[in-house]
């Protein structure tokens, strides 16, 4: 078999055997997709937990993982806005005080978003 009808073959999603997926490989050099910290996140939990929605998602898996990343972002915002709202993160004067209650709040944000987006079947 030559290389055209190899990647023809891949290309049409076709069964092939195991020396036809070798030279596949060879040909097709493999993209690396570099993501953001809850993209990252995202794609550790599919490959440990949830398998079946990574191999589901085949080619779109950069696409989902750069989603996660700017819902991730936007929840952030929103989420920062609401809560620096409140009385419990506001600004006292205090350094040690403020900085404790923005690391509280961070990680009050940080919890929302991998509960919301990250770890999600």
Avoid: C
């Amino acid at each position: 078999m030559n290389r055209a009808e190899v990647l023809a073959k891949a290309e049409k999603d076709e069964g092939m055997t195991v020396s036809e997926i070798k030279m596949y490989q060879k040909l097709v050099q493999p993209q690396k997709h570099t993501y953001g910290k809850y993209g990252t996140l995202a794609k550790i939990y599919l490959e440990e937990h949830n398998s079946a929605k990574l191999w589901a998602l085949g080619k779109g898996l950069p696409e989902y993982l750069h989603g996660i990343d700017e819902q991730a972002a936007a929840m952030y915002d929103v989420i920062d806005e609401r809560l620096s709202k409140s009385d419990e993160f506001k600004r006292t004067g205090d350094f040690m005080k403020d900085l404790q209650r923005e690391a509280a709040k961070n990680k009050r944000i940080e919890e929302e978003i991998l509960n919301e987006l990250v770890y999600v079947d």
